[in-house]
């Protein structure tokens, strides 16, 4: 009998948060040494191929960990934004008249050459973003890979996404996303869209579009036809063009509340559907009866995963009176212990802000803290001398009123408050513009029950933090939001309902 032998290095345990489809996902020994193949100059990706901007101008990506520049990126315009969203309405009709089954396969495609290039993605985005090469390599692009798995696997069977009724594609999107999780956003974005039979047109932060570009070239190698995804790289405003443009059907933000609210306003009496993911501002919630090393792991993750600059961040703890001492002193000492530093260090926890604007704003909030009482704590740590870098912070004394217990920081930045009952820890923790995501630390299910109930929050993560998976829907209340993305929540987002028998 012939023994098989494998071909594949062993697969290395992670260290990051649990792995999603782990099983389809092989590690390299040393992704931080990974080519990340950048190119010096990236264009538009418009109807298939890469083209110049209109307007032929260009601007500078760079490092937020060294302040170095990576590469030149196309300054998309208005007139690019017509260009991307006419290849888009041209692809229209040949894509969403495939099969089902024959579009997943393209989704199937990117995601294994996804796979296939996951090192040199994972150092691209954190050259690019500051984030460490730990979770780039563990969490983004993964995750990302297994958005367009997940979407090609319903791509076959659209007719249970709504049983007895029929979905059908809107025609063009246009989607803008943020600069936190550039590659996740995207997948979150263009996977649901192209499994219904839409047509995309994206824009990327300007701060972090590299990945997208880089993905462009996966989806030419995949032989995705011309138009069916168009990336316009440029500033908000070329955004606003395109979530504006007559030909877009469906807008998909994910963003800031603020430019949330400009662009409803922009197209209030218009017929666009709409989803908006918006900010957070999340309470953390530990009771006297949890695990309490296990409670501070998770706060750890809340707040210090991708420096804080997570729209769930889990940025408001509140902790139990009887314990809060305790789970302060515990949380300074893991505090001590973590690694700020280079991000391409694959022992490093806390990379670089991804910007110096970004590092400017939680400095402001730092100030804002300690201006209006409350008491600052931070880790004696080096930081290196260039980039954009912030040590893990916490605030203790910290009240409601408090502009750090107010507003979304979005950086490595803890406020503490604490609380008696659970009907205080719930009132405290609803006490918020925002309703995005909590988490509730206890021993008790029924307490998990009743808090997930009443919390006015899209996901509530119990004895855990920050678990994200393709088939869980994710998204807000209130001012964060609404419409949901992943699972088949999300893709209700992208078509029409018809019901069967009907045209
Ligand atoms: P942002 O300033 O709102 O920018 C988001 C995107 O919108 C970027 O691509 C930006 O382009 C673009 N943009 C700016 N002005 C625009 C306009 N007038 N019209 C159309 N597009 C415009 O947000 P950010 O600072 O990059 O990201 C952080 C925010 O995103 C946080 O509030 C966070 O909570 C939220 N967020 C939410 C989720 C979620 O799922 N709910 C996920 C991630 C982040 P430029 O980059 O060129 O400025
Ligand atoms: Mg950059």
């Known amino acids: 009998m012939k023994i098989q032998t494998p071909t594949r290095a062993p697969r290395r345990p992670s260290t990051a948060p649990e792995l999603l489809f782990g099983d389809l996902w092989d590690y390299d020994p040393a992704p931080e040494t990974a080519d990340p193949k950048l190119k010096a100059r990236y264009d538009l990706f418009i109807g298939g191929e890469f083209v110049p901007p209109a307007g032929g101008k260009y601007f500078e990506s760079v490092n937020p960990a060294t302040e170095a520049k990576l590469a030149e990126l196309a300054l998309g315009g208005p007139d690019d934004v017509d260009r991307a969203c006419r290849a888009a309405a041209a692809a229209f009709p040949a894509w969403s008249a495939l099969p089902g089954r024959e579009r997943g396969k393209y989704l199937y495609r990117i995601a294994r050459l996804l796979q296939d290039r996951a090192r040199e993605f994972a150092v691209a985005e954190t050259l690019d973003n500051g984030k460490p090469i730990r979770e780039t390599r563990d969490f983004d692009v993964p995750t990302c890979a297994a958005h367009f798995f997940y979407h090609a696997g319903w791509a076959d069977k659209l007719e249970y996404v709504a049983p007895g009724r029929r979905m059908e594609p809107l025609g063009v999107v246009g989607q803008v996303i943020p600069w936190n999780f550039p590659l996740l956003m995207l997948s979150w974005k263009i996977a649901p869209a ?38 316009v790289s440029g500033p908000g405003s070329t955004g606003g063009a395109l979530m504006a443009h007559p030909a877009v059907a469906k807008i998909a933000f994910t963003g800031s509340t603020e430019v949330g609210k400009v662009i409803m306003r922009s197209v209030a009496g218009s017929d666009k559907k709409m989803t908006m993911e918006l900010g957070g501002k999340a309470a953390n919630i530990v009771f006297d009866d949890a695990p309490l090393d296990q409670a501070v792991e998770g706060i750890v993750n809340g707040i ?3 420096q804080g600059q997570v729209c769930c961040a ?14 302060v002193s515990k949380l300074k000492a893991r505090l001590r212990v973590l690694r700020v530093g280079d991000p391409m260090d694959k022992n490093t926890d806390v990379g670089a802000i991804v910007s110096r604007a970004q590092l400017d704003t939680i400095r402001g909030y730092l100030k804002a803290g300690v201006d209006e009482g409350a008491e600052m704590w931070q880790p004696p740590c080096r930081l290196p001398k260039k980039g954009f870098f ?8 910290v009240t409601q009123s408090h502009r750090i217990a107010r507003e979304e920081i979005f950086g490595p930045v803890l406020s503490i408050l604490t609380f008696r009952t ?32 009443e919390l006015k929050a899209g996901v509530v993560w119990a004895n855990t933090y920050n678990k994200f998976d393709p088939a869980s829907p994710f998204g807000g209340y209130k001012e964060s939001g609404f419409g949901r993305e992943g699972g088949r929540h999300g893709l209700l987002d992208y078509g029409r309902l018809v019901e069967e028998g009907r045209p």
């Open 194 to 231: 192209l499994c219904l039979g839409n047509c995309v047109v994206i824009k990327p932060a300007s701060n972090t579009s590299i990945t997208a570009l880089k993905l462009a070239e996966i989806f030419q190698d995949a032989g995705l036809p011309p138009g069916v995804v168009n990336v």
């Open 422 to 453: 659970v009907d205080e820890a719930i009132e405290k923790a609803n006490n918020t513009e925002y309703g995005l995501s909590a988490g509730v630390w206890t021993d008790k299910g029924s307490r998990i029950l009743r808090m997930s109930t």
């Open 390 to 397: 912030m040590p893990p912070t916490i605030f203790t004394g």
């Open 304 to 306: 210090f995963f991708n």
């Open 314 to 327: 889990g940025s408001r703890l509140l902790v139990h009176e009887p314990v809060a001492r305790t789970v």
